[in-house]
Nanobody, 117 residues
Framework: QVQLVESGGGLVQAGGSLRLSCAASGRTASIYSMNWFRQAPGKEREFVATIRWSGGRTSYADSVSGRFTISKDSAKNTVYLEMNSLNPEDTAVYYC??????????WGKGTLVTVSS
């Protein structure tokens, strides 16, 4: 099993920045990638960003490309999401997902980001 704990959410004004963290514990030896998703009120969960654990290749949703940066600290089994130029449309619960090499997925409980106009 893998446990994920997200942190760093909060209330920020439009144009501001936040940094989210997601720490993985448990059976973390076989990480394939870690991802960020978000779910806004009344909307479906959507992909935000991903990072491959081996090599560090990243990919972003068009809506956040150029504003958000995903990074990792392999020694700490932690993934980060640096969010800049936030706007009210970025308001959502942000979830971390751990993808194992064998294909299993694990989700965190989420952290709320609220962007005020």
């Amino acid at each position: 099993q893998v446990q994920l704990v997200e942190s760093g959410g909060g209330l920020v004004q439009a144009g501001g920045s936040l940094r989210l963290s997601c720490a993985a514990s448990g059976r973390t030896a076989s990480i394939y990638s870690m991802n960020w998703f978000r779910q806004a009120p009344g909307k479906e969960r959507e992909f935000v960003a991903t990072i491959r654990w081996s090599g560090g290749r990243t990919s972003y949703a068009d809506s956040v490309s150029g504003r958000f940066t995903i990074s990792k600290d392999s020694a700490k089994n932690t993934v980060y999401l640096e969010m800049n130029s936030l706007n009210p449309e970025d308001t959502a619960v942000y979830y971390c997902r751990f993808v194992a090499v064998a294909g299993m997925n694990y989700w965190g409980k989420g952290t709320l980001v609220t962007v005020s106009s």
